[in-house]
Antibody
């Protein structure tokens, strides 16, 4: 059964770059059937899509974060990466990676990783 | 506009039926998916492609759409259904989430 696991520093200083890794097991990120997404959730708030990566390397980002976000993958390691630059207090959130299905009529995410909390503080 | 709007909170008596709604212009063109999230856990999808239930999701969960409004209906709500529910759709290559609805089962 496909599993995703986020990892990375739990604490990032303001103005620095947040870097997270999503390790995918029991499935390949090179499958043409799927996208791979990053979603975040500030404490006590709702879900926010950050961006997604397709197996061919195409990326799609939330317009509100696009200037600060980079998503890429290392297919040899079956890992997905998120970089968010110039972090501020508003970037404090639980960050999730998830497998994404996007077809002409709809989109959904399944499964999700357990999430990792990132705090921004000096 | 590319937004999905949900009521912040809804309550239902145990065993009764509740409808959670999600409004947005993109729903006229794209189908919604729905997620259940319990405290401290990752979201779990309960409906995809407007009205399809993933394996393992009880048939008391149902999805539907009318115009610009998608609905998640729980028929015979159980105590374990108390959770936050999020709708999700797309607008071209953008992915949208609703703000979430907190469901309380009384």
């Amino acid at each position: 059964q496909l599993q995703l696991q986020e990892s990375g520093p739990g604490l990032v200083k303001p103005s620095e770059t947040l870097s997270l890794t999503c390790t995918v097991s029991e499935g390949s990120i090179t499958s043409s059937s799927y996208y791979w997404g990053w979603i975040r959730q500030p404490p006590g708030k709702g879900l926010e899509w950050i961006g997604s990566l397709y197996y061919d390397g195409s990326t799609y980002y939330n317009p509100s974060l696009k200037s600060r976000v980079t998503i890429f993958a290392d297919t040899s390691k079956n890992q997905l990466y998120l970089k968010l630059s110039s972090v501020i207090a508003a970037d404090v959130a639980v960050y999730y990676c998830a497998r994404q299905v996007m077809v002409p009529s709809t989109v959904w995410f399944d499964p999700w990783g357990q999430g990792t909390l990132v705090t921004v503080s000096s | 506009s590319s937004e999905l709007t949900q009521d912040p909170a809804v309550s239902v008596a145990l065993g009764q039926t509740v409808r959670i709604t999600c409004q947005g212009d993109s729903l006229r063109r794209y189908d919604a998916s729905w997620y259940q999230q319990k405290p401290g856990q990752a979201p779990v999808f309960v409906i995809y492609g407007k009205d399809k239930r993933p394996s393992g999701i009880p048939d008391r969960f149902a999805g539907s759409t009318s115009g610009n409004t998608a609905s998640l209906t729980i028929t015979g709500a159980q105590a374990e259904d108390e959770a936050d529910y999020y709708c999700n759709s797309r607008d071209n290559h953008n992915v949208l989430f609703g703000g979430g609805t907190k469901l309380t089962v009384l």
